[in-house]
């Protein structure tokens, strides 16, 4: 199953073939600025395992959008992550440069929120950002979700989370 498309963007499983595309994403320095640093190829290819991992023991992961005449964006969809030792439901997105400024990561973030709200038993969505990343904040925000907590785990010294009650989304 996967969040319907989008006024302008449509979203499909990530498989093995994608791995340029993927790899291209997260090498790139500009998408990956707010992470320790970018990835490898080989980190691209683990992470395609480990989304289809996600899809098989979950129903979902990160997904492919891309455009609806086929244009690789992004990614973007749910995965499980640890807050301060509390498990979360996350939606999380990367978004290539040539497609950032466009509303694109909040338009797919709202479509795996409303897949979060209808096809899981998550009570409660997440969404975590580096402290300085005001514009996944901004997605964060746009999609109903409000900062609630500092998160002290991770790769990163502190993380921002923010969150929302799925049953408030209608």
Same mark, same amino acid.
Not at 22 to 46: C, E, G, N, Q, W
Not at 55 to 77: K, N, R
Not at 101 to 107: F, H, K, N, V
């Given at each position: 199953?996967?969040?319907?498309?989008?006024? /302008?963007? /449509?979203?499909? %499983?990530?498989? %093995?073939? *994608?791995?340029? *595309?993927?790899?291209?994403?997260?090498?790139?320095?500009?998408?990956?600025?707010?992470?320790?640093? %970018?990835?490898?190829? &080989?980190?691209?290819? &683990?992470?395609?395992?480990?989304?289809?991992?996600?899809?098989?023991? +979950?129903?979902?992961?990160?997904?492919?959008?891309?455009?609806?005449?086929?244009?690789?964006?992004?990614?973007?969809?749910?995965?499980?992550?640890?807050? !301060?030792?509390? %498990?979360?439901?996350?939606?999380?997105?990367?978004?290539?440069?040539?497609?950032?400024? /466009?509303?694109?990561?909040?338009?797919?973030?709202?479509?795996?929120?409303?897949?979060?709200? *209808? +096809?899981?038993?998550?009570?409660?969505?997440?969404?975590?950002?580096?402290?300085? !990343?005001?514009?996944?904040?901004?997605?964060?925000?746009?999609?109903?979700? +409000? /900062?609630?907590? *500092?998160?002290?785990?991770?790769?990163?010294?502190?993380?921002?989370?923010?969150?929302?009650?799925?049953?408030?989304?209608?």
């Amino acid at each position: 199953m996967l969040p319907d498309s989008t006024a /302008r963007l /449509r979203f499909r %499983p990530m498989t %093995p073939p *994608d791995l340029d *595309d993927i790899a291209d994403l997260l090498s790139d320095p500009d998408v990956m600025h707010f992470y320790p640093a %970018p990835k490898s190829r &080989a980190d691209a290819t &683990a992470w395609i395992t480990w989304n289809e991992d996600n899809y098989a023991a +979950h129903g979902y992961g990160l997904w492919i959008i891309e455009t609806l005449d086929g244009e690789f964006v992004g990614d973007c969809g749910l995965t499980s992550q640890d807050v !301060n030792g509390i %498990p979360l439901l996350e939606v999380g997105y990367h978004v290539r440069v040539a497609f950032q400024g /466009r509303g694109l990561a909040t338009e797919a973030a709202a479509a795996c929120r409303d897949f979060a709200r *209808d +096809h899981t038993d998550a009570a409660e969505l997440a969404a975590i950002t580096h402290p300085e !990343n005001r514009a996944s904040q901004r997605v964060a925000e746009k999609i109903g979700m +409000h /900062r609630i907590d *500092d998160d002290l785990g991770g790769n990163i010294a502190l993380r921002f989370v923010f969150s929302m009650t799925l049953d408030t989304v209608r």
